[in-house]
Structures are given as C-alpha cells and as structure tokens.
C-alpha cells in the first residue's frame, strides 16, 4: 500500500487555517479521497489533555522551556497514535499546526533558538516531516482584530500575548521558510476565505499529482 501524504497548516492567530482546513477536509473527502483531519496540540486523548494545560489562559507563569517541551510530548503522542497509522493506511492527513509552530512561536518569539526547538522536535517526531506545509500569512494586528470579533473561537493563553509577541511570530515564521523553502508554501491570508481556499487546493493537488 502506497504511503499517504502529510499536510500541516501554519500561520499566525486569526490567519483562517482551521477554517480552510475544514474546507478542504469536506473537498476531498467528497471526492471519495482517504482524509483524516486532525490538530495540534490535541487529536487524541492524551494530546487534548496536554493542549488544555499549555493554553489555559490561567497558566500565565509557564517558562517558554516547558511550553516547548509539552508541545513536544503531545506531538509525539499525536504521531505514533493518529498520524502514522493513517499516512500507514495510505490516507491524507492534514493537521492544524506541527513542528513548524514551535519554531516560530517558542524557537524564534521566545527566544529560546529555532535550533534548540528543531534538536528537541526531532526527537519527538522520529524523522516524520510533512510533504507539505501551507503556510498563511497575514497581519497580526489583522489577526487579533478578527479573534476578538469572533464569537465562536475560544480565547487562549497565546491569544493574550502582546502584539509585538506576535509580530516576532510572523518574523519568526519567515525564518524557518527560509530553513525549509521546498516544504513551505506562502499563502496571503488577508484575500477572500474563496481565493485562499482556491490556492491552497491547487497547493495540494500538485502534491497528490506528484504522487500518483
């Protein structure tokens, strides 16, 4: 059986992934394509259970040490549980957020080192890296603007970052472009929910034609 293809979705808060994840989930799915769905920290039991304690708004003394290293936890769990099973049955696995997220947001805005989070991640992951990660760019100030019209997303811990912590996100997010520009692939998330959703379609099915 041919191995599937892993899909992350990346980007700032309020940049609209987990809205075109569910989008593309629904495409691909209706054309009769294996797809699992999934997000991180979380997807399973035992990652949900880590992603309440990292972003509960109440943990506001968490060292960024111990932010990264439960991310990790949670990945691992999340990869040996749901992930590589999935991509083992040949399906596509499109995840809200992986390894990329913790170094933009602990590896570059903490200012712990993208290459101290990369050393610990690549022990949690095992060698499993995306086929494709599409990244959506947008203003964090538009980003945060768009959380707090929001009725329906919950509030977290990252959430109440000042805005310049976010700014060093986005910073650091073009770093690890530059690290992995063959995986990457830059969306502007600040254009229609249509036209992102459009792009991002056309993003994959390169992957999947490639694939064939």
Excluded: C
């Excluded at 899909?7 to 394509?33: Q, S």
């Excluded at 610990?120 to 203003?139: K, Q, R, S, W």
Aim: net charge negative; aromatic share 8%.
């Amino acid at each position: 059986m041919t191995r599937g293809i892993f899909i992350t979705m990346e980007g700032p808060e309020g940049a609209g992934k987990t809205t075109i994840l569910e989008m593309l989930y629904k495409h691909y799915k209706d054309k009769g394509i294996k797809i699992v769905k999934t997000r991180e920290p979380g997807g399973i039991r035992i990652a949900e259970k880590i992603r309440e304690i990292i972003l509960n708004p109440d943990h506001t003394e968490m060292d960024g040490r111990t932010e990264a290293l439960l991310y990790a936890a949670a990945r691992r769990q999340h990869l040996v549980e749901k992930v590589i099973p999935a991509l083992a049955e040949g399906s596509i696995v499109i995840s809200d957020r992986f390894i990329d997220s913790s170094l933009a947001y602990q590896g570059y805005a903490r200012g712990i080192g993208i290459e101290e989070i990369w050393k610990i991640n690549e022990f949690a992951i095992g060698g499993v890296m995306p086929d494709l990660t599409l990244y959506f760019d947008l203003d964090p100030e538009l980003g945060l603007a768009r959380i707090n019209k929001s009725n329906e997303r919950e509030i977290n811990r990252l959430d109440l970052e000042q805005l310049d912590f976010h700014k060093r996100v986005q910073a650091g997010y073009y770093k690890v472009i530059e690290k992995f520009p063959e995986r990457l692939h830059k969306l502007e998330a600040s254009q229609s929910i249509e036209d992102v959703f459009e792009q991002a379609q056309q993003a994959i099915n390169q992957v999947l034609n490639r694939n064939r």
